[in-house]
């Protein structure tokens, strides 16, 4: 596929980040279908657990892509209710493996029937076809970025030293 230049690519790559900015709202909205006792921050360590299975605090903060103190926030408040279990990694006493319990198995699909039923009702008026072209961009745009917690960072235009 041929992409053109100049001007016209600009205002096509500007509207682009125009639209994604707006992603904000749409997990604003999908965030406020949550049931109160579990706001987006735990649902996103409670769907972290359930997709990826047991792990170190250090590894969930890495793929939420959020500081460990933010995380162990997070961690603080499922572990409060039930939904996960620390215990002592064998390889380091001094770290903690953590892992869903059937509670929160209970709760994430208690979640997921949340988000698609939010899902379901914004976008019903879209066809089966439009949903499916629009998961499949998706997941092609977040597979042009790659891990982009590895990705190095353009070179700033104004600094001296590039």
């Known amino acids: 596929m041929q992409q053109t230049g100049g001007a016209e690519a600009g205002r096509r790559f500007e509207e682009l980040a125009r639209q994604l900015s707006s992603i904000g709202a749409v997990k ?10 579990c706001p987006a921050g735990s649902a996103a360590v ?8 047991e792990m170190r605090m250090s590894r969930l903060a890495e793929l939420l892509a959020i500081d460990t103190s933010v995380t162990s926030r997070h961690v603080a408040h499922v572990a409060e ?4 279990e ?19 198995r209970r709760k994430l699909a208690e979640l997921s029937e949340c988000y698609v039923r ?9 066809s089966d076809d439009e949903v499916d072209r629009l998961n499949a961009m998706l997941a092609r745009l977040r597979d042009g970025f790659g891990d982009c917690r590895t990705v190095p960072r353009p ?3 104004g600094d001296p030293r590039h």
């Open 28 to 37: 604003r909205g999908l965030g406020r279908a949550l049931p109160q006792d």
């Open 46 to 53: 409670l769907a972290a657990l359930g997709r990826e299975g």
């Open 81 to 84: 209710r039930g939904w996960i």
């Open 86 to 104: 620390r215990s002592p990694d064998p390889a380091d006493k001094r770290s903690r493996i953590l892992r869903l319990t059937p509670a929160g």
């Open 118 to 126: 939010t899902l379901a009702a914004c976008l019903a008026d879209w």
């Open 155 to 157: 070179p700033d235009a």
